[in-house]
């Protein structure tokens, strides 16, 4: 029971490059989230999921799009890196909306 | 705006200490308030609270909402130095509308 893995654990990209995130849970949760962290601001929501096919948008959605195709796997796409997209990303998952949400270790990315 | 506050945002005790940290909201349609622990990487779940006046009760941490006063308490007694993370208040809204605070680094030293 690996829980919630994030891949990778590390990025670097340049300004307009795209990249995509993959979150993959393994407790059968309906819900999924996308968060990023910085520096003084705690979490931003920036896309959920209540459910396979489903997705809708968070706090700071911009600039970011996402897909659930599979119920397990929820991928977050940057299609042109920013700078201001600095940051650590977490996925997490839960099995109720917010309640008792599972993390994943998280992904450092930066864009130079 | 909905906001989350929480204060005070770094606080340093020793080991057998007792601490309070805060966590105040302005929300539009509040559902519930939620407590998370930060060490070095993924948050984990504390509580999960929605009514005024009932404690959560997690071993030597505790938490109280007051929706009245629009606010939260988180207290861990007897702290040890496992205890040290960064604590997450975060608020349910209504509309799947999810807001984190900025955190209270907690250092507790032997």
């Known amino acids: 029971n690996a829980g919630v893995t994030q891949t990778p654990k590390f990025r670097v990209l340049k300004t307009g490059q795209s990249m995509t995130l993959l979150c993959a849970q393994d407790?059968?949760?309906?819900?999924m989230y996308w968060y990023r962290q910085d520096p003084g601001m705690g979490l931003r929501l920036i896309h959920y999921?209540?459910?396979?096919?489903?997705?809708a948008k968070g706090e700071v959605p911009d600039g970011y799009n996402v897909s659930r195709l599979k119920k397990q796997n929820f991928l977050l796409g940057l299609e042109s890196a920013a700078p201001s997209q600095t940051s650590v990303y977490f996925c997490?998952?839960?099995?109720?909306?917010?309640?008792?949400?599972?993390f994943g270790p998280g992904t450092r990315l930066t864009v130079t | 705006e909905d906001k989350v506050v929480q204060s005070p945002l770094s606080l340093v005790v020793h080991e057998g200490d007792t601490v309070t940290l805060n966590c105040s909201y302005e929300?539009?349609?509040?559902?519930?308030l939620l407590w998370y622990k930060q060490e070095k990487k993924a948050p984990t779940f504390l509580f999960m609270l929605?009514?005024?006046?009932i404690e959560k009760k997690s071993g030597r941490l505790s938490s109280i909402l007051d929706k009245k006063e629009l606010f939260s308490i988180l207290n861990i007694t007897a702290t040890q130095t496992g205890d040290s993370a960064v604590y997450l208040c975060?608020?349910?809204?209504?509309?799947?509308?999810?807001?984190f605070g900025a955190g209270t680094r907690l250092t507790v030293k032997p």
């Open positions: 929605t009514s005024s006046g």
């Open positions: 999921s209540v459910g396979e096919g489903t997705t």
């Open positions: 407790m059968n949760h309906e819900y």
């Open positions: 975060a608020v349910e809204a209504a509309g799947n509308d999810m807001r």
């Open positions: 997490a998952s839960s099995y109720l909306w917010v309640y008792e949400q599972y």
């Open positions: 929300v539009t349609n509040f559902r519930s």
